[in-house]
């Protein structure tokens, strides 16, 4: 809280960040309050409503640490969630109670809205503001009482465009904080909660994600404003990227700058579409040294992977397994180019090996009933005891020059959720990416079968181009389940006989 107790601003978590205002307030009398700061990686917005027991009376230790359902349990407690669309920064949310313990809100100069009712007004109240989820910071502005146009609220409907009131300069409210840090172990609810109380998964959801996310995240990375496909949008000061139609396959977008070394990329999935088997979900990502600010929607292609044909360095992967609205993703570029993917913080292994050599952007694919994603933000953290995983035989660089070189051609994996070394996920028996050595760990090209080491090579792998096998070889290896090249891991869908000339 600021010195003059007009503004409040939650310092950690989602949660416990429960305040009041200092006297009860009127029968319609309107406590404006500025949301002056959002943080995108939660779930649920602000909580708003009021409350017959006199904060002062109050022992901080004994608030919950959500207002709903544990505080509005209690009896003379009564608040609801604001709905997360209107929990944006600069909104001014007005919220008042009439005489028949009614309720209403209202977003900068939009039409007045029901909220909730069954607030006793026979006593005084105070007003009670829960800085939660979404919301991370809060101003209290003047007061004011509910003008007659508002007296008889209309649709949820007849909102009109948003304008933002301007501020007084001398509040005549202010607020006192009655619980900014109660300890996490302490007061959690019961779970039970009345109907007009928040939804209980909301808050367990979030406690999930705080074991996902490191304590303090950068908020300067968001989507680049280019995007392939027709019914793409970037919304929310383009840190949202939502897929409108889920036919549409060219559902593309760019991070708006070249990530950074060891810079670990949060990406949560806000919006997933009942599964089955009609539309199943997917989420491709990968990296380019292609920048975004020079390419054309119609530049790309429909399906993402087909990027790895473009001429520019690109490498692409699906997130491995199912993912489900709430999942929170990291990906993390280390300075070996082993790009490594957790999932709701669980480490899922290395995905890609990639030339760091050269600035990369991070690029994302949108499929089926993954429709919308959000950029929480970034964090650069010490690589905590994460292995150096080889991505194949080929790519134990000694130097940047020689990961350049090795890396240079596009790749695709489908198959990795996991070291290497494991063959998880369809890497067959005899795969050569277990062999010790590689036909790439000189210099030259090597003329033997990377698999029998006994025949001239005189196979070429579709689509990677890799020649690194003899026909007999080929043959039985794009046969076996998840075939993938022994150079790059790309995927097999033929394999070409060539002929030398001489």
């Known amino acids: 809280m600021d010195l003059s107790h007009k503004a409040v601003k939650r310092q950690a978590s989602f949660c416990n960040a429960i305040t009041f205002s200092n006297r009860p307030v009127l029968i319609y009398e309107q406590v404006r309050l500025k949301i002056t700061k959002k943080q995108c990686c939660w779930s649920g917005a602000l909580r708003l409503g009021f409350t017959s027991k006199d904060p002062s009376r109050i022992h901080p230790d004994s608030l919950p640490k959500y207002a709903c359902p544990d505080l509005v349990s209690q009896s003379g407690f009564w ?16 919220f008042w109670v009439d ?7 209202r977003i900068n100069d939009s039409a007045a809205m029901l909220f909730f009712n069954g607030v006793r007004t026979a006593d005084p109240l105070w007003a009670l503001v829960d800085v939660y989820g979404l919301t991370r910071g809060v101003q209290l502005l003047d007061s004011e009482l509910v003008p007659p146009d508002c007296l008889r609220p209309r649709s949820f409907t007849a909102l009109r465009r948003p304008s933002l009131r301007r501020e007084a300069d001398d509040a005549r409210l202010s607020v006192s904080l009655c619980d900014l840090n109660v300890p996490v172990g302490e007061g959690d609810g019961d779970g039970s909660a009345p109907a007009s109380a928040c939804p209980i998964p909301q808050n367990s959801l979030n406690s999930q994600h705080s074991r996902a996310l490191p304590a303090q995240l950068d908020g300067d990375l968001r989507f680049h404003a280019l995007r392939a496909g027709a019914h ?29 070394a060891a810079e670990t990329i949060f990406i949560k999935v806000t919006r997933a579409s009942g599964g089955g088997g009609a539309r199943p979900g997917a989420l491709s990502f990968g990296v380019t040294t292609c920048d975004p600010g020079t390419l054309r929607p119609a530049d790309l292609p429909f399906s993402p992977e087909a990027l790895v044909d473009r001429k520019e360095f690109w490498a692409v992967c699906r997130v491995p397994g199912p993912l489900h609205s709430g999942d929170i993703l990291g990906l993390v570029v280390n300075a070996d180019g082993e790009l490594h993917l957790s999932h709701n913080g669980a480490a899922a292994g290395m995905q890609l090996c990639v030339d760091v050599s050269q600035p990369l952007w991070m690029f994302f694919g949108l499929h089926g009933s993954i429709t919308q994603v959000r950029i929480l933000g970034s964090t650069i953290l010490a690589e905590r005891g994460v292995p150096s995983l080889p ?15 090795r890396l240079s051609d596009p790749l695709l994996s489908t198959c990795s959720s996991g070291p290497l070394s494991s063959s998880t996920g369809g890497t067959v028996p005899n795969s050569p990416v277990s062999l010790p050595d590689s ?22 792998i579709y689509t990677c181009g890799h020649m690194c096998l003899c026909y007999a070889c080929g043959l039985r290896l794009k046969k076996a389940l998840h075939a993938c090249c022994p150079i790059c891991r790309r995927p097999i869908k033929d394999i070409i006989k060539t002929y030398r000339s001489s």
């Open 439 to 460: 036909p790439l760990s000189s210099s030259q090209w090597s003329s033997e079968c990377t698999i029998c080491y006994e025949h001239t090579v005189d196979t070429v």
């Open 232 to 260: 793409v949008r970037i919304l929310d000061e383009q840190t949202v990227a939502r897929l409108e139609h889920g036919r549409d396959e060219r559902a593309l977008v760019f991070t708006s700058r070249p990530v950074r």
């Open 391 to 405: 991505c194949s035989p080929a790519s134990t660089p000694t130097s940047p020059s020689a990961l350049g070189s």
């Open 99 to 105: 005489k028949k313990g009614r309720v209403f809100y």
């Open 79 to 94: 608040a609801k969630a604001l709905p997360e669309e209107f929990a944006n920064e600069g909104n001014i949310i007005a």
